[in-house]
């Protein structure tokens, strides 16, 4: 059963609870602006939905496909993009949906990508972040957890591709 391999680290119950907060306080600081949401795939794409949910504002979600990783569980360094955005985002407001700020490569190479491509203001939203790792500095201005220096999976997140639908945050067992 492969849920042996697994211990429950966040609940899916604390996850919901902690994704309504922040949707609220995003419906708050985008009133009246241009938000997309845009979903760093594949690992964001459970929180996108729910979050998306969450904020009651006439929003755009917009996808983005990246890797970093391959099927490594320690990061490269190298940002790759593997699907594009299909539409502009110019003079839009756009917030980055990410599922983990690891060392965050990641998530800076994207918002000066996104500044690059004319966006009117580019933010960061991650369910996750692992302040251990961290290897530049990145403005996380909507953060779900903090989380130690270990690797997890679940709620969208994968371990060579497996477990992203397990519902709860979960520590790999070896
Ligand atoms: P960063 O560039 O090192 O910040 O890595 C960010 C990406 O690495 C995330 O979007 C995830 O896809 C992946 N990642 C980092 N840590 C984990 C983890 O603990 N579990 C699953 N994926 C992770």
Redesign the pocket.
Known sequence: MYRNNVEVSIPADDIAARVRELGQRITEDYRDRRLVLLS?LK?SFVFTADLARSIDLPLRVEFLGVQ??GDSTT?TGVVQITQDLTKPIEGEDVLIV??????????SYLMNHLQHRGAASVKLCALLH?PA?TAVPIDISYLGFTIGD????GYG???AQRYRNLPDLCILKE
């Open positions: 760093v690992g970093s990783y990061s990410e599922d983990i700020v690891d060392t965050g490569l990641t998530s692992k790792k270990l690797f997890v999976v997140l994968d371990a």
